[in-house]
């Protein structure tokens, strides 16, 4: 954290009738001993990074460049995996599942014949993370939106269960509550009831 890299230069410029310049004078060129000093940051903090610059800043008007970089950042992304405390059986790992995810059922590919300790998921629809959770060395893949054909990519090397799209996603309500909560405290946030599941079970 906290990287950055430096490079020392002379820059040059005449200020004009309605300057004020921090050095140098109206009407003369001026050349001044300067340092270029380059950082890295997250995009989202860009409109925080510029308003911190242009406040610390001396210059009337200050040059600077905005390089997107091609890194991937480890940091974000789609999807997490995780051990479990204690391995468990395939079936008790299932029970886990819905009684966490309040679930009425779960359909998943054929057992493994070892115990459950390391477990990829991913909100929403996805399978196109199978063999990301499968290179991870996931014992359990849980997502939702599996097509039929889909299921086969587990090729028995792996657990997949499809929980649904809504039911995977059902706790992103509560992450926003409390990030808004603690990040706007002048704020009064309130929590949607509404269920917006379109997809019902009939069990008969």
């Known amino acids: 954290s906290e990287c950055s890299f430096s490079t020392a230069g002379t820059g040059s410029f005449k200020g004009g009738k309605d300057t004020n310049p921090f050095v140098g004078k109206q009407g003369e060129r001026h050349l001044e001993d300067e340092r270029k ?23 009337e008007e200050i040059a600077f460049d905005l390089i997107r970089l091609g890194n991937e950042y480890a940091g974000v992304g789609a999807g997490m995996i995780g051990e479990l405390e204690q391995a468990m059986d395939p079936r008790a790992f299932l029970s886990l599942l819905k009684s966490a ?10 057992f493994q014949p070892r115990p459950v300790s390391r477990v990829a998921l991913c909100g929403g629809a996805g399978s196109f993370l199978i063999n990301n959770a499968l290179a991870a060395g996931a014992d359990v893949y849980v997502s ?30 509560e992450l926003l509550y409390d990030i808004l909560r ?16 379109p997809v019902h079970y009939f069990l008969g």
């Open 37 to 59: 000093v380059e950082v890295v940051f997250p995009v989202h903090m860009e409109a925080e990074v510029l308003r911190a610059m242009r406040s610390a800043h001396p210059y």
């Open 182 to 197: 603690e990040k706007f405290t002048n704020f009064a946030v309130l929590k949607t009831k509404v269920n917006t599941n």
């Open 144 to 173: 939702g939106d599996f097509k039929y054909h889909e299921f086969f990519d587990a090729n028995d090397r792996i657990m997949i269960c499809d929980i649904g799209h809504f039911e995977s996603e059902q706790f992103t309500i």
């Open 101 to 110: 995810f309040g679930l009425i059922v779960v359909k998943h590919t054929a």
